[in-house]
């Protein structure tokens, strides 16, 4: 397991707005056989407690799963070319939301790399948004 900085850009389209999120964070990213998982916590603002954040990003560039656990947690799926029914949970209650994979790319060596997927989120069969995540990372030196 190595420990990484992590710069994440999600971008959200709903309709024709467009929502730009930036975040810089330290983690861990470890590798086995079939996958890249990467492991990072997300401060939220008081009184909300931190979101414990896990990645796995398959190698063959076909399924991402995130997992979110905190105060609410969350299971996404996301397959190139394929929908999934996720679990998104907030504050008033678990929402139930289709996930469509769009593109999934990886680039990683020498100890720094990007992984990039884009996807749809529906809810109850109509389109909520547009969705791209690109996580870029690099060895910590420290």
Known sequence: ????VLEITGT???DRQKDKIEMATVGTIEEDADAYIVK???EQEPPMAATDVCVKIYKNEKT???TRSGSFG???IIEKSKRNLCRYGTEYGDI???ISGRNIEIEHGDGKGCFSFS???DINGALASK???KMEFKNNQE
């Open 96 to 98: 139930l939301m289709g």
């Open 1 to 4: 397991m190595n420990k990484i």
């Open 131 to 133: 969705n791209e995540l």
């Open 74 to 76: 969350s299971f996404l």
């Open 12 to 14: 959200q389209r709903i």
């Open 40 to 42: 990072y916590t997300e």
């Open 64 to 66: 991402v799963e995130m």
């Open 119 to 121: 996807y749809d989120i």
